[in-house]
Nanobody
Framework: QVQLVESGGGLVQAGGSLRLSCAAS????????MGWYRQAPGKQRELVAA???????NYADSVKGRFTISRDYTKNTVYLQMNSLKPEDTAVYYC?????????????WGQGTQVTVSS
């Protein structure tokens, strides 16, 4: 019903930047929050940043001042601009959307995109 497709991951040196994109498609009635989570090897998945209609945002303390989440409501797309990347930012990054489709409201997840930051 709803598909989330991420792009923009890759390998970057410490101090570098990457921009992740996530586009939602399918028979979508409405989308509430969209966000990014990450999971490093051996660790639990954690919230990185989220944005809700109206523009309010929420960031993990570890990325405040370095990462910026934004959203294009006309394209059902959310972005994560990541600057001043650190090796500890290395993880698989997952897009999340709280969306209403034919079956009602639920959380949807992308397939994940790898971000690797070398020291």
């Amino acid at each position: 019903q709803v598909q989330l497709v991420e792009s923009g991951g890759g390998l970057v040196q410490a101090g570098g930047s990457l921009r992740l994109s996530c586009a939602a498609s399918g028979r979508i009635f409405s989308i509430n929050a969209m966000g990014w989570y990450r999971q490093a090897p051996g660790k639990q998945r954690e919230l990185v940043a989220a944005i809700i209609p109206g523009g309010s945002t929420n960031y993990a303390d570890s990325v405040k001042g370095r990462f910026t989440i934004s959203r294009d409501y006309t394209k059902n797309t959310v972005y994560l601009q990541m600057n001043s990347l650190k090796p500890e930012d290395t993880a698989v990054y997952y897009c999340n959307a709280e969306a209403e489709a034919r079956g009602g409201w639920r959380d949807y997840w992308g397939q994940g995109t790898q971000v690797t930051v070398s020291s």
